[in-house]
């Protein structure tokens, strides 16, 4: 099936956790343009499996196959990661596709809090890799968010990211209404930012 892991979980594979979610089922994120089938609802899975839908880049959905290269998956952002024991391999995005995927979902200013913590923790990111990510990304959102987060937290990787080649959009985006605007990537971040910051 054309689905991966992404967004959050993602994140939390690679060792990318910020928040604990006391008391709360784990969520498995997973994107692409495929559905799961009925049955998935009838298993008795310790984890909620969450269908985020298409991810936010215009790269070629695959379906992905044991025998596919790594490197066709490298150059969209994903790679194969050993599930448990022996159950195979499965699709992960990289943190760096995983982080600009979870970007796009944000819609309050609780969710930038913690993209916000998790950007603080990112400094093992590839710029090379961003860079075609953010060119292929199709969320003006998700790319304005990513390189404001990243720029406020001043990683050494920034100064190689290029965005020739990177559509920023046009105008301001309010993301967060009452926030202070980012000058440079013109959206809206909330005011109260550095307080959640641990």
Known sequence: MPLHVGGRFALAWHGHEHYL??????RVTLYGPGSLPAWV?????????????KSPFNLSALSFKADMDDEALRNLGLEWVDADGDRGRIVVATPERAILELCDGVSDASLVYEVDALMQGADTLRPQRISMLLRHCTSIKAKRLFLALAERHQHAWMDHVS???????????????????NPTY???LPADLDEHLG
């Open 21 to 26: 979610r006391l008391g709360e089922r784990e």
């Open 41 to 53: 609802d009838k298993l008795p899975l310790k984890a909620e499996l969450v269908l985020c839908g």
């Open 163 to 181: 965005l020739d080649g990177v559509y920023l959009g046009k105008g301001k985006r309010c993301l967060v209404p009452g926030g202070r605007l």
């Open 186 to 188: 013109q959206i809206t």
